[in-house]
């Protein structure tokens, strides 16, 4: 593979890219086992400053989980490899059955079967929101057979171009939350859960909310990414790795950690906090995938993982497998998830009153996503395997 061709075609396995999702199934799992020291009560309750620190800072170190799935999946399937029918089929038993096969688990387990069976006509069900990801993943995946034939021939100045559009995007929560001279109104959907009203900017209006950048923003910017590190990325010294990506990575989560954390004592200056789930959708604005703290992260955390290229018995015997499994680890992380959290929350106690004290609540949180992620991960790596089955359930 000609590392500096701008038509180079993945001929090898890129081990990188097991270590990337391996790596960021783990977050996924910090980020999970985090929510419960944030959210709760009504819907938003953090008891101490403490743990307002301790979920800032594991939250804020792993928020880049989810645009780094994409930029794999960018990486590996953009521009396309073959016609748009193969694609889609590829995707559907990949990805769609098995989805489908976990959003009726979830919606039969937890909460009302029936009303979680209507609601999934419309949405995901909410009592497993984690399932969000996969429409957007889906419309990614729509879009890939559009813009794959400019991907193929598109230049390295004019995709940077568009990257720098994308990244421009990332300001956007930021600058709607300052043009209403603070937080933006909150509006509820039919489920109860509220998101952030827009205030209107370059072109959006009441009966228009495709404004300028619309179509440059969101997750488009990481299949952006990923296209880009594929076609003009060629392999970086350690030196130039840590040179560039570390100060973005840096710079990503001060924004991320500082954000969150000014959010919470603006809110109040007294322990605990507590309110509706609005105050925590104010809360995770610095948190949000589009974001510039989290875009800025998402590329420290490529340029380090690319670095990662080690083979040999532990790669081949336990982080394939578990690379390939990591897709059904995320659909159905969240049964596990909930028991480990309640489990070690009854075991340690609660807060500063817990059994470590002031350490009661980052132990929680690593005990709970470690412990997650290595059951799911044999678990799923088993089902996996099971001839003609395996591959419909976990992908």
């Known amino acids: 593979m000609d590392a500096n061709s701008g038509n180079k075609t993945l001929t090898t396995r890129e081990m990188w890219i097991d270590w990337l999702r391996v790596a960021a199934c783990l977050m996924v799992m910090v980020v999970h086992s985090t929510e419960p020291f944030y959210l709760g009560g009504e819907g938003s309750r953090i008891l101490t400053q403490t743990d307002a620190f301790w979920a800032s800072f594991f939250d804020s170190f792993v928020r880049a989980c989810v645009p780094l799935f994409i930029v794999a999946s960018s990486y590996l399937q953009f521009p396309l490899h073959y016609s748009t029918g193969e694609f ?35 949405n995901f069900n909410y009592a497993a929101g984690h399932l969000w990801f996969v429409y957007m993943l889906l419309g990614v995946y729509l879009l890939m057979p559009l813009l794959s034939p400019w991907a193929e021939r598109v230049g390295r100045k004019e995709l940077s171009f568009y990257l720098f559009l994308c990244l421009l995007t990332t300001l956007i929560p930021f600058i709607r939350e300052w043009a209403t001279e603070g937080t933006l109104p909150i509006i509820y959907g039919r489920a109860g859960l509220p998101r952030q009203a827009d205030f209107p900017l370059w072109g959006e209006a ?118 390939r499994a990591s897709y059904g680890m995320y659909l159905c992380h969240m049964f596990a998830l909930a028991a480990f959290s309640g489990l070690f929350r009854g075991w340690l106690g609660i807060a500063g009153d817990g059994a470590l004290g002031t350490w009661t609540t980052p132990v929680e949180i690593l005990l709970t996503a470690l412990a997650t992620f290595a059951v799911t991960a044999i678990v799923c790596s088993i089902i996996q395997r099971i001839p003609k089955v395996g591959k419909w359930i976990m992908g």
């Open 88 to 122: 889609f089929r590829r995707r559907a038993t990949r990805i769609l059955i098995p989805f489908v096969i976990w959003t009726l688990a979830y919606a039969l387990i937890w909460g009302e079967p029936v009303q979680n069976l209507k609601d999934l006509l419309l």
């Open 206 to 323: 009441s009966w228009n909310g495709y404004g300028t950048f619309y179509y440059v923003s969101g997750f488009i910017g990481y299949l952006l990414l990923g296209l880009y590190l594929r076609k003009f990325v060629g392999k970086l010294s350690w030196r130039r790795t840590l040179a560039i990506g570390l100060p973005c990575w840096l710079a990503g989560f001060a924004l991320c950690f500082g954000g969150f954390l000014a959010r919470v004592f603006a809110t109040s200056s007294t322990f605990p906090i507590e309110g509706g789930v609005s105050l925590a959708v104010v809360w995770e604005t610095p948190w949000y995938n589009d974001t510039l703290g989290v875009a800025l992260m998402t590329v420290g955390w490529l340029l380090l993982f690319r670095q990662f290229n080690a083979g040999g018995r532990f790669y081949s015997k336990v982080l394939l497998p578990v690379s």
